[in-house]
């Protein structure tokens, strides 16, 4: 699940959640499993900033985007989806 900006100064991902076997946090460790791409405003850039989320254990598609959303501080209104993630 990706946040992605266009605009004049920059086009592209400045958030993410994703799952990755193997990557390397923000402070050096080996990490496994769901993590987070943290924006970095010196490189411009969140592509090698991740954050392991342990805690993050979502059941199938629909709780991954509903618990993404309340991660990523993402507001959702069911009223006008008729309840539906679209």
Same mark, same amino acid.
């Given at each position: 699940m990706s946040v992605i900006l266009f605009s004049?100064?920059?086009?592209?991902? =400045? &958030?993410?959640?994703?799952? &990755?076997?193997l990557f390397v946090t *923000? &402070?050096?460790k080996e990490g496994h499993g769901f993590h987070r791409h943290i924006w970095?405003? #010196?490189? *411009?850039?969140?592509e090698k900033t991740k954050m392991a989320l342990p805690?993050?254990?979502?059941?199938g598609v629909e709780q991954f985007i509903l618990q993404g959303f309340k991660l990523m501080? *993402?507001?959702?209104?069911? #009223?006008?989806?008729g309840g539906? =993630?679209?």
């Open positions: 004049r100064r920059f086009d592209g991902r =400045i &958030d993410c959640i994703d799952w &990755d076997n *923000i &402070d050096g970095d405003a #010196e490189k *411009i850039s969140c805690l993050f254990r979502p059941t501080r *993402i507001t959702y209104n069911s #009223e006008t989806t539906y =993630i679209q």
